[in-house]
């Protein structure tokens, strides 16, 4: 059952323009990410798109835009609210863990898709022609997919879990 949850909420979600307005926005943030987070400050030998700055950058940027992640994760737990549902779903053969499940997945992989705009717009940036080549090491996949996975991804699994639940049991 927590599977029809699942799929309404990426359904709603992709319907909805605010989604492609966040992944938008973040795509077009991050392009110019480098050099916002590191402003002012002289890099020395270090490369624009060394793993250090891709990950500070991306934590950086990820940071700054929790707010997105609490309109995303919030909505499923509002809209039930709003609706009043509640009698629909006390009648319904589905569990608490199931129904808490699906909507919890559903926005995630929504807040995924979302979060990805600052992978993808890290990794347009570094071919961005106002760029000097000599900046910039060669272009390596796994530079930006580990602090991807390892920083971005991990803080929305932690944070975003815990401001879910502790929403769901107010």
């Not at 624009?48 to 500070?56: D, F, G, M, T, W």
Request: positive net charge; hydrophobic residues 50%.
């Amino acid at each position: 059952m927590w599977y029809h949850l699942f799929t309404f909420e990426i359904k709603y979600r992709l319907k909805r323009p605010e989604t492609y307005f966040f992944f938008l926005f973040l795509f077009f943030f991050s392009i110019i990410g480098v050099e916002f987070v590191f402003q002012g400050i002289d890099l020395g030998l270090v490369k624009k798109n060394s793993p250090l700055v891709i990950a500070k950058s991306m934590a950086a940027i990820a940071g700054l835009s929790m707010i997105i992640a609490s309109m995303i994760m919030g909505v499923s737990v509002l809209r039930d609210f709003k609706y009043d549902i509640s009698s629909i779903i006390y009648v319904t053969p589905i569990s608490k863990t199931s129904y808490l499940l699906g909507h919890f997945l559903g926005s995630f992989v929504v807040l995924l898709f979302i979060f990805s705009g600052v992978l993808w717009g890290m990794m347009v940036g570094e071919f961005m022609p106002w760029h000097d080549p000599n900046e910039f090491l060669s272009f390596q996949i796994i530079h930006y997919l580990q602090p991807f996975s390892l920083g971005c991804i991990a803080h929305l699994v932690f944070w975003r879990s815990r401001v879910f639940c502790h929403r769901r049991t107010q």
